[in-house]
């Protein structure tokens, strides 16, 4: 599989290497996500005026799933905000390498938590919730508020980036869909890493950190688990550490045997096509239940919710696994199958994106002119009216975009029925179906 290290080229390695771009995002954005919740707080409490509901579910939203998550993996999570504090408390240092060890407790991460299914329940209750958060901007706020204390207060007691690894809703997200990508970081040649002492990648030194989230590059074979963040790049005494531009969904090709991963794909599948129906269609009774909260129809909804994730979209694959020696085939077979999910998965996404994003971007530009709803008119626009943005290019992007995901997930799925010796033909047809039921939703 043909591979371009991007960091060969000298300009490239200098500006990773270099902090100081890095920092400099990263107070950027630590700014806009204060301000966010400020603003949810304290200005308008109308959800589509409001500037925190805007651009954190608007304009942040159109960014990660049309743009940084297909095309940089990870990218988002080298850039993210929410661990700073954590992360400046925890090390006693802002930019360089402290000279000391990191303060506070420093624990290692429970092992038995070591996985995504905290990653998972978090979506899904963001998931479930999810009508009323993107309508009003102070329950957003709370939640932006909380990410960020909850990254402080584990970062204080827990090593390293244990909320982005093992907590963050959106850091699950991301992570799945990063095995699609075209950017990589990897090692060269893990032989110089196996002849290397002190291990500089893992532990840091006077370069820089240890892997912020706990991995040691040499073992590192999917996105998943890397968040870009560029530390063993600056450590690495062997220049043995290579961003690389590869192909689409190459992580793909040895697909995953772990349950978690499996069940975070129907999460994704199953959230999209709700959202679909609940956010875009015309059944208002649907829409009512997912708005009143803590009622019977709500509780009604919640448990179709959880029954289409845990159960209806689960079932057709794991008959397709049925034939196993023991329960530990059983799981390999289907954990392995499910990964033909993820980019139809991530199509799902991005065709539910294009008709959320296009009917509400025209917010994005009242918000800038009045962010905090004090009657401001910065850019001049307070006279310009809400209209839906490129209505003709909608419904052909999204047929595009979903029928490019169900080929691409058919040819997954011929690989990973390979894999573990079952006919492709169910989990195709199983794609195609879901396919239909997205494009009836959404066209």
């Excluded at 978090?122 to 204390?149: E, G, N």
């Excluded at 829409?287 to 709500?298: H, L, R, V």
Aim: aromatic letters at 14%.
């Amino acid at each position: 599989m043909n591979r371009i290290e991007l960091t060969r080229n000298s300009l490239v390695k200098r500006a990773l290497v270099n902090r100081y771009p890095q920092f400099a995002l990263f107070v950027a954005m630590l700014f806009g996500y204060i301000f966010a919740i400020m603003a949810g707080l304290l200005s308008t409490p109308v959800g589509n005026s409001n500037f925190s509901i805007v651009f954190v579910w608007v304009a942040w939203w159109a960014i990660l799933i049309l743009v940084a998550v297909p095309l940089f993996g990870r990218g988002w999570c080298a850039v993210c905000p929410i661990p700073l504090p954590g992360e400046w408390l925890q090390r006693g240092a802002t930019l360089n390498p402290p000279q000391r060890k990191p303060r506070w407790a420093n624990r290692r991460w429970p092992k038995f938590l070591s996985n995504i299914w905290l990653q998972n329940i978090f979506f899904l209750l963001l998931a479930l919730f999810s009508s009323v958060v993107l309508t009003l901007p102070k329950l957003t706020s709370v939640i932006l508020a909380a990410m960020l204390f909850a990254a402080m207060g584990l970062g204080m007691v827990f090593e390293r980036r244990s909320f982005c690894r093992y907590l963050c809703p959106v850091g699950g997200f991301i992570g799945i869909y990063s095995q699609t990508a075209p950017i990589e970081l990897r090692v060269k040649d893990r032989h110089v890493c196996a002849a290397c002492t002190g291990k500089p990648c893992y532990n840091g030194s006077a370069s820089g950190y240890g892997c912020p989230w706990g991995v040691f590059p040499p073992g590192l074979s999917k996105n998943t688990e890397c968040g870009l963040c560029l530390e063993c790049l600056r450590t690495c005494p062997y220049d043995n550490i290579a961003v690389n531009l590869r192909p689409f969904s190459a992580d793909l090709q040895k697909p995953s045997a772990r349950m978690d991963e499996a069940f975070k794909a129907f999460i994704m599948l199953g959230s999209a096509m709700i959202y679909a129906a609940v956010l875009l269609g015309p059944w208002g009774e649907v829409k009512n239940a997912a708005y009143q909260i803590g009622t019977g129809t709500w509780f009604f909804y919640a448990a179709a919710f959880l029954a289409i994730i845990f159960v209806v979209l689960p079932l057709p694959l794991a008959l397709c696994a049925l034939r196993f020696k023991n329960l530990e085939t059983f799981k390999k077979r289907f954990s392995t199958l499910s990964t033909a999910l993820i980019p139809l998965g991530l199509a799902f996404w991005v065709a539910f994106s294009l008709s959320f994003v296009l009917s509400n971007g025209s917010y994005v530009l009242a918000s800038l002119n009045d962010p905090l709803g004090l009657g401001w008119d910065m850019i001049g626009a307070a006279n310009i009216a809400w209209r839906p943005l490129l209505p003709s290019f909608l419904v052909p992007a999204q047929t595009l975009t979903l029928v490019g995901g169900l080929i691409w997930s058919g040819r997954t799925a011929q690989k990973a029925a390979s894999e573990v010796d079952v006919s492709p033909v169910p989990p195709v047809l199983y794609c195609l179906a879901a396919t239909l039921v997205m494009l009836w939703l959404l066209i």
